[in-house]
């Protein structure tokens, strides 16, 4: 049977598709390049108006009416003005242009020699321990690709690596603390030292991100913080595990930093604060810088075992107790804080047993900073004395319920010398200036996310609060106001927060008191002379009539009979 042929428009039909396809193409192209001035002006048009709108709901509500006045006074003006109108429409058009113009630019093929190179030897650095000898397809392996193993990357402008995403095989045992610590290590080393990383480990999804920290601010001065009574800022840390911010002034701008805000009173868990450091890190300043802030609402001794005088600026203050830098007087200060903790325990609890609440005088915090007291303890073993931190056990363990707090500030080598409560019952930790992972591990109890570098500014270190995470922390700079050294603009900064003076403690005039008749009252000795008081004379020894005793030992006057205290005859 022979073969018919088909009919022509269905051999020929292909043909006419592919150029009818072409025309309509070539038509499409020559209509987009005829109108592209339109469709930038239209899509730069769009996006003005979405900017606007966003630009409309960021701004609060009580700001609209403001925001309304101000645009319907620039259309009057633009109305009123002589080819105002035009000129609005031509800006308008060559904004609408600009924002509408085509910004995708031509994708890279990817990193240059350098980086790439870089990113090889990353990879290669990475093989022993992401690698496996059972692994039937290892995404880690000597002369391997590396762009599976690093999905994103990123450089800054010297060519060092600013962000990269590791991938990792399911088998790494990123849950052990040591391996992980390793990994840290090497990428740090590997991307450029002198800087501080973050790592951000997956572990559902097997991926590390390494970040570049910015450097935390130094030039923060000490100044009235915003915060509630019971609330201590210790210094200023990354916004990336903070959730607050503090309005601050720098110079005669505004700000807003992160904090670490640390708790204290009854309700805190960590009512106790341990600060170590090395030398010149900025113990003393961290601890000037709480004394500061509790003396706003509370009683501040101070205990100065380093014997330079760094808190001499406090001496005499309204609410500054004491400031001892003496065996004999750090005693006696220490065991007065005993006492009060032991006072102020009997009278809450008498209050609270008797339905009643505690008394004013509870209620008051009573701050105890101690500056290096492991000097205080070696000289106490010379001497054969008391070690001062052993009256240090009542304020630690009882100091939550009578609001007393105890922060204690040491050199990191002389840990071993701090005596066992106040390790135990100091759950806030400061580490500042430079330290080793494992130093900060045995202080704070956890690493840090961080590497350490080995050179840091005064007053920046770590800090953790109880269980929760380990933060970046610079202090605010709260120098020493006496020292010549230091910047007159932080120095004064220092003595705009200190309170005013009062009369010292030995100059203290007691309060007059009713005195019985018959006694003389007390010659002041400005009247007294050179020649002193005179000599009070003593009254004999004969016994005085009844009625002239009696109206000392009662409130109400007595008649003037007295039939109670006289016999009648």
């Not at 003005?81 to 990817?110: C, F, N």
């Not at 030897?121 to 391997?144: C, M, N, R």
């Not at 300043?285 to 009683?299: E, K, N």
């Not at 003496?326 to 006492?339: I, Q, R």
Request: aromatic share 4%; charged share 20%; net charge negative.
């Amino acid at each position: 049977m022979a073969r018919r042929p088909l009919p022509r428009i269905l051999s020929n039909g292909s043909a006419q598709l592919a150029r009818s396809r072409e025309l309509a193409r070539t038509a499409a192209d020559s209509a987009t390049d005829v109108l592209h001035p339109l469709i930038t002006i239209a899509r730069g048009l769009r996006r003005l108006a979405a900017a606007g709108r966003r630009r409309w709901t960021e701004t609060p509500k009580e700001r609209r009416g403001a925001l309304l006045f101000l645009v319907a006074s620039v259309i009057l003006v633009v109305a009123l003005v002589p080819y105002g109108p035009l000129l609005a429409a031509i800006t308008l058009m060559a904004a609408a242009a600009w924002q509408g113009r085509d910004r995708s630019s031509a994708a890279s093929d990817g990193p240059d020699e350098p980086q790439t190179q870089r990113l090889k030897s990353l990879y290669e650095a990475l093989v022993p321990y992401f690698s496996a000898a059972e692994d039937p397809d290892p995404l880690y392996s000597h002369g391997g690709a590396w762009d599976k193993a690093f999905p994103t990357y990123a450089f800054d402008g010297g060519g060092r690596i600013s962000q990269l995403v590791v991938r990792y095989p399911a088998y790494f045992t990123d849950g052990e603390a040591e391996a992980r610590a390793r990994i840290e290590h090497l990428l740090a080393a590997k991307s450029g030292r002198g800087r501080e990383y973050h790592f951000t480990w997956d572990e559902e999804g097997n991926q590390l991100t390494v970040g570049v920290l910015l450097p935390l601010p130094v030039d923060i001065a000490a100044q009235r913080f915003v915060t509630t009574p019971g609330e201590t800022v210790l210094g200023f840390t990354d916004p990336t595990r903070v959730r607050r911010t503090l309005p601050l002034t720098h110079g005669e701008q505004q700000r807003d930093v992160p904090p670490v805000v640390w708790r204290t009173g009854l309700r805190s868990t960590e009512p106790h604060l341990l600060a170590l450091g090395q030398p010149g890190s900025g113990t003393s300043t961290l601890l000037r810088s709480i004394a500061l802030q509790a003396l706003q609402h509370g009683d501040v001794v101070i205990v100065d075992g380093g014997g330079t005088g760094e808190y001499a600026c406090l001496t005499g203050r309204d609410g500054v107790l004491a400031v001892e830098a003496g065996p004999a007087g750090v005693t006696a200060s220490l065991e007065w804080a005993a006492t009060e903790t032991e006072r102020r325990l009997i009278a809450a609890n008498r209050a609270h047993q008797a339905g009643h609440p505690p008394p004013d005088d509870t209620k008051r915090p009573l701050w105890i900073l101690l500056d290096r007291p492991t000097a205080f303890t070696h000289l106490a073993a010379a001497d054969g004395r008391k070690d001062p931190q052993s009256l240090l056990q009542v304020p630690l363990r009882h100091g939550r319920p009578a609001n007393v707090t105890v922060v204690v500030a040491d050199q990191l080598d002389s840990m071993d010398a701090l005596s066992e409560p106040v390790r135990r019952h100091t759950r806030a930790r400061v580490v500042l200036g430079p330290a080793t992972a494992e130093q900060l591990e045995s202080v704070l109890g956890a690493p840090p996310h961080t590497t350490p570098i080995d050179e840091l500014p005064p007053g920046r270190g770590y800090a953790r609060l109880g269980a929760g995470p380990v933060h970046r922390l610079q202090v605010p700079a709260t120098p020493n106001p006496y020292d010549d050294a230091t910047p007159d603009v932080l120095c004064q900064a220092v003595l705009d927060l200190l309170p005013p003076r009062t009369t010292p403690a030995d100059g203290e005039t007691i309060p007059e008191q009713d005195q019985p008749e018959g006694e003389p009252e007390p010659v002041p000795m400005e009247q007294a002379g050179e020649q002193g008081p005179e000599p009070v004379p003593v009254a004999p020894e004969t016994p005085e009539p009844e009625p002239e005793a009696v109206p000392v030992l009662t409130k109400e006057p007595l008649p003037k009979p007295v039939p109670v205290l006289t016999k009648e005859k």
